[in-house]
């Protein structure tokens, strides 16, 4: 039997409820991204009520078997569109994120949920928990932009 991991010292410090967004350095701040995947997952925005519906239709980049993207330090050289999400962009960008989101509770000054990697140690924790949308997603170039609004889903939660 393998002995218990050790928590790195990122972890162990509780960064996330001492330190503004705005004042975490780039580790930190990448660590704060439990992995779900659903910031990958194409929305579509109601003109009218600004209302922002997932639909299953995942970027071109993301690995639905790994919940990862395939090239995330140079996904915006592929995908110019994609959001760089900073701690001076969050605020423009919360309304969208998932309700789940790490920098969006945050930003929105609450609590992370008690599956959180940064919390449990273990992205798999996320994982069993269904937050994440591993293994339920289609690639968008399978799909035409027209048809999206056939694909809109719950979000896992």
């Given at each position: 039997?393998?002995?218990?991991?050790?928590k790195s010292s990122i972890f162990?410090?509780?960064?996330?409820?001492?330190?503004?967004?705005?004042?975490?350095?780039?580790?930190?701040?990448?660590?704060?991204?439990?992995?779900?995947?659903?910031?990958?997952?194409?929305?579509?925005?109601?003109?009218?009520?600004?209302?922002?519906?997932?639909?299953?239709?995942?970027?071109?980049?993301?690995?639905?078997?790994?919940?990862?993207?395939?090239?995330?330090?140079?996904?915006?050289?592929?995908?110019?569109?994609?959001?760089?999400?900073?701690?001076?962009?969050?605020?423009?960008?919360?309304?969208?994120?998932?309700?789940?989101?790490?920098?969006?509770?945050?930003?929105?000054?609450?609590?992370?949920?008690?599956?959180?990697?940064?919390?449990?140690?273990?992205?798999?924790?996320?994982?069993?928990?269904?937050?994440?949308?591993?293994?339920?997603?289609?690639?968008?170039?399978?799909?035409?932009?027209?048809?999206?609004?056939?694909?809109?889903?719950?979000?896992?939660?």
């Open positions: 039997m393998a002995p218990p991991k050790k162990a410090n509780k960064f996330w409820e001492t330190k503004p967004l705005e004042s975490l350095n780039s580790e930190e701040w990448e660590a704060l991204c439990d992995g779900c995947g659903k910031c990958c997952l194409n929305k579509i925005e109601d003109e009218e009520t600004g209302k922002v519906f997932l639909t299953r239709i995942a970027c071109r980049l993301f690995s639905d078997e790994n919940c990862l993207c395939n090239d995330y330090e140079h996904r915006n050289d592929h995908v110019p569109e994609c959001i760089k999400l900073t701690p001076t962009t969050i605020k423009e960008n919360a309304y969208w994120l998932p309700s789940t989101c790490a920098y969006k509770l945050l930003y929105e000054k609450k609590q992370l949920p008690v599956w959180h990697p940064l919390l449990t140690g273990n992205k798999e924790t996320m994982h069993r928990a269904g937050i994440s949308i591993k293994g339920a997603t289609i690639s968008e170039k399978s799909v035409n932009e027209d048809d999206w609004e056939n694909f809109i889903i719950p979000e896992p939660k």
